[in-house]
């Protein structure tokens, strides 16, 4: 029989949607939880879980596989924005980085939204009850031991997974006087070992890690929209889930919208919340005029680059017939992660420039890192193929300023949104992206450890290869033509904007967003540990509710 009424339902299977529908249903067993996903099961699809399998389902049939309009400034280029669809979401199709955010990115976060509940020390315990950590010797104050997500170390996943440059790449940033991380205290600065959520060599998604168990599930289920009534206080309660093929399933105590990003605002929009002029535009019936649905859109943007190995012989890189060990293939072939907060003499004038004008401004917090620094033993991020000839560095903004938007293109929910990231729009983006990209080129090749492995950064036709001399100009022009971001969107229906530190949106009863579009700022990191701690959280106050 077709499901026609739930307790909770949540609207998207995504990392944050199954996680919270697994802890909604494992919290209170007599409550009905029914997750309505868009895409498939994708259990099957070996590529779920096979080793490097993220690359084969990038544009595949679980992906939505989004464009934005034209980047002013990124040379007005289109970039590809992907995201899961399917029952798992972007754990399905990620890379699986498990890297927190520094300590003061999250107390940024409680103090903008005046809640405590979103500081490093209240999500700790979330974090905690997310991870599965395999380091025995991992500090348990910081991180759990008996949660579904399998996390790993490098070297901690196998002791043979060993990579040739290893060594080298870490010698190389430490000559540059970068120092080790200090985990116990929540701060990211300075040189970390790559953490993965791989286990045994696979993947995991956040469906099969968490399980539903006793959850329903309808998957190829495009949502229309969420449908109000009024209670006997004459105040608006969202009451049921209609689906694009006109059935509709009531709600008896709360829907959540988990659908990401870019799907979150668009159904909120369509349901009738969001600008009154925008919705107009596609006569869609106000419901609630928010205007900040859609706005506050962010990303982690990037610059990828490519660097000549000097002596490919030794089998440094992915493609080189000397990697017969499988340990090697137990995930992505990179051993450090490198934050570094950009000098305020910098950062400083970067912000005044852009009209930030407080002096204590949360971005020039003394040991908050901006950047984050990878080599990664292969040409990941950019379209070549692994020879063992070249190695890749990615440069990425851990807390860019520049904001972007998702509106509708149509009233039909089958209709794709319409995104503009706005990527690389203000300076002080420009400078800590210019200031990362020499610091990388300095790392490879300026240090002595660096002049031993690489040879020169290598370009495609029609590019200069840059070096620690070229000008900030030539070092802005390069990221303009071949900017990328790696694909953490968030901020689309922000706390404090959209919705309330409880995740309740504003102007109606019975409904939250739970999703990376709830940030109202970004996190560092890579963002599926804090989404995972953010369901555990959004978990909590639904069930103490």
């Known amino acids: ?77 289109t970039h590809s924005e992907n995201a899961g669809k399917a029952l798992g979401g972007g754990s399905v199709i990620n890379w699986g980085g498990w890297s927190r955010g520094d300590a003061s990115d999250y107390d940024a976060w409680a103090q903008l939204v005046e809640d405590d509940r979103w ?56 000559e540059l006087g970068f120092s080790q991380s200090n985990d116990s205290t929540g701060s990211t600065a300075g040189i970390s070992e790559c953490v993965e959520n791989w ?17 329903e599930v309808m998957t190829n289920t495009t949502v229309d929209r969420i449908l109000f009534t009024k209670n006997s206080e004459n105040k608006l309660r969202a009451a049921a889930v209609r689906m694009a093929d006109g059935r509709t399933v009531s709600a008896n105590k709360e829907i959540i919208i988990s659908a990401g990003a870019y799907n979150t605002p668009q159904i909120l929009m369509l349901s009738g919340i969001g600008p009154a002029d925008e919705l107009q535009k596609h006569n869609i019936p106000l419901v609630v005029d928010a205007p900040q649905v859609g706005s506050n859109l962010f990303n982690h943007f990037a610059h990828f680059q490519l660097f000549k190995l000097l002596h490919p012989e030794q089998g440094l890189a992915m493609g080189t017939p000397l990697w017969t060990d499988p340990a090697l293939f137990k995930g992505i072939p990179c051993d450090w992660a490198i934050n570094e ?65 998702v509106t509708i293109s149509s009233a039909s929910p089958t209709d794709p949104p319409v995104i503009d990231p706005n990527y690389y729009s203000t300076q002080a983006d420009r400078t800590a992206l210019v200031y990362g990209t020499r610091r990388v080129l300095q790392a490879l090749l300026e240090t ?31 990221i303009r033509n071949t900017g990328v971001a790696h ?7 922000a706390m404090g904007k959209v919705v309330g530190p409880d995740l309740c949106v504003y102007g109606v009863q019975g409904l939250r967003v739970a999703d990376s579009s ?28």
Not at 453 to 469: D, R, T, Y
Not at 520 to 544: K, N
């Open 119 to 174: 500081s490093y020390k209240a999500m700790l315990p979330f974090f905690r009850r997310s991870e599965h950590y395999l380091d025995g010797q991992a500090d348990p104050r910081t991180h759990g031991f008996d949660g579904p997500i399998h996390v790993a170390s490098i070297t901690g996943s196998d002791p043979k997974r060993l990579y040739g440059l290893r060594n080298p790449v870490k010698a190389a940033f430490d």
């Open 448 to 478: 002595s450890a660096g002049k031993d492995f690489v040879a020169s950064e290598m370009v495609f036709p029609g590019l200069e290869a840059l070096s620690f001399q070229s000008t900030d100009a030539e070092i802005d022009a390069r």
């Open 1 to 77: 029989m077709a499901t026609t009424q739930a307790d909770y339902i949540v609207v998207g299977g995504g990392l944050v949607g199954c996680a919270l529908a697994s802890r909604l249903k494992q919290g209170n067993p007599s409550h009905t939880v029914l997750v309505v996903e868009a895409g498939a099961d994708p259990t099957d699809n070996p590529n779920v879980t096979s080793a490097l399998g993220s690359f084969a389902l990038v544009n595949s049939d679980v992906d939505w596989s989004y464009t934005t309009v034209p980047q002013n400034d990124t040379n007005d280029r």
């Open 341 to 405: 907060t950009v000098p305020p003499h910098l950062l400083g004038p970067a912000l005044k420039e852009d009209g930030e004008i407080d002096k204590h401004h949360p971005l020039l917090h003394p040991s908050r890192p901006h950047i984050e620094y990878t080599v990664l033993y292969a040409g990941f991020g950019l379209p070549t193929p692994p020879d063992g000839t070249i190695i890749a560095s990615s440069t990425m903004l851990l807390l860019p300023t520049s904001r972007g938007r």
């Open 199 to 215: 286990h045994n060599g696979l993947r995991q998604t956040s469906a099969k890690a968490y399980g539903l168990k006793g959850v």
């Open 518 to 545: 709830a940030l109202p700022i970004p996190v560092g990191g890579h963002p599926q540990a804090t989404l995972y701690a953010l369901a555990e959280q959004a978990a909590d106050m639904i069930l103490q509710s």
């Open 487 to 493: 694909k953490h969107a968030g901020g689309s229906a």
